[in-house]
């Protein structure tokens, strides 16, 4: 454990867990849900408009980053905190995750990536310690550990070959480490029981300051998923944080939620909004629709954001046919400010004690679209 | 007159002025330059960030909302204001100038111009009458007549033959205006003297609320245009506001104010923003020049912009080389918070007496490339 992060469990309802992570930038609620900043900004928004809407971490990417503007850039310029003005902590991945995703243009070693960037196809080699050594550059308060995602479907050896491999890294991780950062172990296993508990095994034994799942929402069945989160989640550590990667579908988190996960990360709220996709207390509303044109009332009369508050529908559909940057901005505004939110009611659930009947509502509201 | 707009000259410094147009949505300082709001948003921004930066009256298209999203929707939505949640004073052009720019997709009559749309095709006629009721329905405070926008070059008689009916046009707007909804009439001639003398003495004969200059800084030599406007403005009444279509290059602004102009719009400051082109105390920025990329200074060290006090030239670099949406919001804020505050600083160098002072300085400063 480093001095850095400590979780703190308040208060358990079933498996649903509140929690606050102290950091040296700050607390953050959990279950938390972390909007992503890939290359140092949230698509649209400022620093202040995120704080204004309550997100207290957001999640930057190291591939990205490392490739634009890089690394040295960042850390010449005070660190990524100082870089884009944001005050509060940080989780950076490792990169692992969009190595992995760039298929035909890398090759795994059994010290690390090789792999041809996606902006210019220059050549590149992201090893343990260099996704380490990046991470402590940008000076993030959450590094996560480079590890292999598992594709799906993978055979059982595969998946035993794929998941040894995280292991070592994430050991290397651990001995390259020199800061006081955090260092998050990441889970895989595909979707074989015995290896998530084998891989989830050899983690805790290097010993990491949280643990996230990797490797899921990767095109598996639903089923699947939720079966994996099921077994997996029990198995990682009380006494420290549990993080859900990449997974951001209502339905998922509160699934998730609900068998202890604790963070979660997605660009679903950030790039539904720019796609004209809101959540609203309703359902899902396509603002593009042509019955919007008309209608003066705010999106979601349930809602206290600055879009609903100051604008109609006419007009956010409106700016949303003209393409205007503003549609961009206030849809983000007001799916963030959903999301928030929805985390904020669901910790307030988990205190009362009645975490099922806010995850019942909302599976049903979910289903709905407006 | 009507009673919604009343011009109080406050003070003259040779031929520049020093004044305030009173409106029932608040004052309006001028010389003052009004961003434009093409499609009711300035691109990028919200209203409340306009008023933040200085802003105290915008501009707004009727050929566009005409289009896109309708001038009734508008209407029955409340009108332009709000529509886009903007308080404050709101001029809207008559539709003239975009329609004449549509090259090979307009014929002119005596009655209006028929033309077809540039999104789809559609064909329309607008006519003065209709360009009133549209302005009428958006309800702005400063609505323009209906005119036609000389081309150049024109003969003689072409430009007579143009001017005749822009007096026409003219005449019936203010004979269709129902409201007290403030009338401007807009001064054509071309680059004839006697032209543009004879197109002012028509209009001020009808009688407006204010009196633009239209025609100018399309296509001419500048010092042909400082002609024109050097001889017109001077013959415009002293009592009445004076307007300078479309016109933003600082210098141009500068030689106006100088000859007596008080209003001004352009699309430069937005759109250069997005186009990464800065404008500085020391001169203008291109931030996608790679010495930017890891340089911590401040876009521009005299600015107290938020862009200028919360972010270093290399972010503003690295968003825009990401094209991020951040980027166009921050270089934006930037531009108009520089011209709001130049405009400013000259009203301040008019009231103090120095206005020839500010405008050597300034003339020497915006050559600079930096």
Known sequence: MTKELRFELLKTDGYARLGRLHTSRGLVNTPVFMPVGTLATVKAMTPEELESMGAEIILSNTYHLYLRPGYRTIQQMGGLHRFMNWKKPILTDSGGFQVFSLAGLRRIRDDGVEFRSHLDGSSHFLTPELAVEIQEALGSDIMMAFDECTPHPASESDTLKSLKLTTSWAKKCKVAKKTSQALFGIVQGGMFHHLRKQSAEELIEIGFDGYAMGGLSVGEPKELMYDMLNF?????????????????????????????????????????ARNGMLFTSRGKVRVKRAEYKNNPDQLDPECSCYTCRKYSLSYLHHLYMSKEILSMRLNTIHNLHFYLSFMKNMRTAIDQGTFEAFKSKWMEILKQHV
Do not use: S
């Open 232 to 272: 997996t989640t029990p198995i990682l550590p009380k006494e420290q944080a549990r993080y859900l990667m990449g997974v951001g579908d209502l339905p998922d988190i509160l699934e998730a939620v609900g068998n202890g996960v604790d963070m979660f990360d997605c660009v679903m709220p950030t790039r539904n």
